[in-house]
DNA sequence: CAAATGTCAGTCAGTACTGACAGTCAAACC
DNA sequence: GGTTTGACTGTCAGTACTGACTGACATTTG
C-alpha cells in the first residue's frame, strides 16, 4: 500500500495496525511502527499520547461497520442458493475488511477491553439473520422444518473456519482458494436443506 | 487443576502453558510464572535455562501426538452418519487436547519456530483421510460422487470454526454447547451427501 | 550428605515516554 | 516582496522502569 500521500497520523494508524496485526502488541515497539510510518518516535508520541491510545485510534478508524439489517432486507430472493452465497459474500467481505483488526483482537484480547465484542459484532448478526431466514423459509415451505438455529450456526461456523484458515496460510488478500469453497459449501447445504 | 503433587519441572511447564495461552508469550513475565508454579524464578531458569527453552519443553512435553491412520482404518463403519460422528469426535478431542498449545501457536506464530506446523499436522491428516473415506463411499455407491476434497474440507472447516468459537466465548473446558452442533452437522452433511 | 530450592543483590538490554531545542514550510501580514 | 508566525516535524539526550538472566550463599528435604 502506498501511504506516502497520507497525513503522518494516518500512516502511523496504518503501520500500527499492520506490525501489530503480525506481531501482537507486546511484539512491536514504538520504535518500529514510527520507522514503518516513515516518522520519528516523537511525532507518534505527540500525535497519540500512548501506544494504548495509538491502537485504540487505529481501532477506531479502521473498524468498517456499516449496518446490515435493511441491506439485507432489500437483497433476499428467497432462493436457497442465491441467499446463502449473499450470506457467504457478506460474511466474507466483512471479515476480510477487518482482517487486520481481528487478528489483533485473536492475539492481544486481554490488552484491549472489549475489543472481541466489538470485533464479533457483525458475525453475530449475520448469524440472527441467517436464522429468521431459514424460520421464515420453513414457513414458506421452501426448506425443511427442522432445528433452524443450529443450522444457521452451522453455516456460519463452516464459514469461519474457513476464514482461519485463510488468515494462516496466505496472508495476503485475495480469496483465491476460498471460492471453490464457498461454491461447494453452499451446494452441500442447499442440498441438505432442500424439502 | 492440583499440581501441588507433580514435580517442579511439570509446576513448571503447565503454569507457563496456562498463561502464555491466555496472555501470549510477551504477556507474562518468567516471574508469574514461576509464582504460578508456586517455585522461584531461580529455579524456572536453573531448570530451562530459558523463557524460551521452557516454553519449547512444555510443547513437547504436552502435545499429544499419536497416530491415527491405523486407528481409523478399524473403526470405520462405512456408514456415513456413524463415520461422520467419528471424524467429529475425534477432531474435537485433538483440538481439546492440545487446546492450549493451539492458542499460543496463535498469538505467538512469530515467536516459535514451526510451532503452526505441527500444531496442524492432525487435523490435515485428518482431512486426508476424510478425503479418501468419501472418495471410497462414492465408489461404493453409497454417497454421491462430486468434489469429495471439497466437501471433506467444508465439513473440517465447520469443525474447525466450532472449535475456534469454543475456545473464544466459554474458555473453560466442557464443551457442553458442541454437542448439539456436532449432532445437526452430521446431519446436514449426511443429508447433502446421501446419494 | 547431597540434591534441589530459596533469597537477594545485581547486571544488562530494551522500551515507553519526556524535555529542550532546531528546522521546515505555508499562510498571513506589513 | 519580504518578514513573521504557527503548526508540524526531527534530533538527541535522558529518565524511569521492566524483564530476562546470573552468581554467591543459605536453607530445606529426603
Redesign the interface.
Same mark, same amino acid.
Given at each position: 500500500m502506498d501511504t506516502s500521500k497520507l497525513g503522518s497520523s494516518d500512516r502511523l494508524l496504518l503501520a500500527a495496525l499492520n506490525l501489530i496485526s503480525? *506481531?501482537?502488541y !507486546?511484539?512491536v515497539t514504538t520504535m518500529e511502527i514510527a520507522k514503518a510510518a516513515g516518522l520519528s518516535e516523537k511525532t507518534l508520541f505527540r500525535q497519540f499520547g500512548s501506544k494504548q491510545k495509538l491502537l485504540e485510534a487505529a481501532f477506531d478508524r479502521y473498524h468498517y461497520a456499516e449496518e446490515m439489517k435493511k441491506l439485507f432486507n432489500e437483497k433476499l430472493v428467497w432462493k436457497l442458493e442465491a441467499d446463502l452465497l449473499l450470506v457467504s459474500r457478506t460474511y466474507h467481505e466483512i471479515m476480510n475488511r477487518n482482517r487486520k483488526i481481528f487478528q489483533i483482537s $485473536? #492475539? =492481544?484480547e486481554?490488552?484491549l477491553p472489549g475489543f *472481541?465484542e466489538r470485533t464479533?459484532k457483525h458475525p453475530h448478526q449475520l448469524l440472527e439473520i441467517l436464522t429468521n431466514y431459514f424460520i421464515t423459509m420453513s414457513d414458506k415451505g421452501k426448506m425443511i422444518a427442522a !432445528?433452524p438455529e443450529?443450522?444457521a450456526? +452451522?453455516f %456460519? %461456523? %463452516? !464459514?469461519?473456519? &474457513?476464514f482461519? !484458515?485463510d488468515l =494462516?496460510s496466505h496472508k495476503n488478500y485475495p480469496s483465491i482458494s476460498l471460492e471453490?469453497?464457498i461454491?461447494? +459449501?453452499i #451446494?452441500?447445504?442447499a *442440498? &441438505? $436443506?432442500r424439502p
Open positions: 503480525e *506481531r501482537g !507486546n511484539g $485473536l #492475539k =492481544d486481554g490488552q *472481541r464479533h !432445528n443450529m443450522q450456526f +452451522s %456460519m %461456523m %463452516m !464459514n469461519y473456519g &474457513a482461519q !484458515n =494462516d471453490p469453497f461454491q461447494e +459449501s #451446494k452441500i447445504f *442440498r &441438505a $436443506l
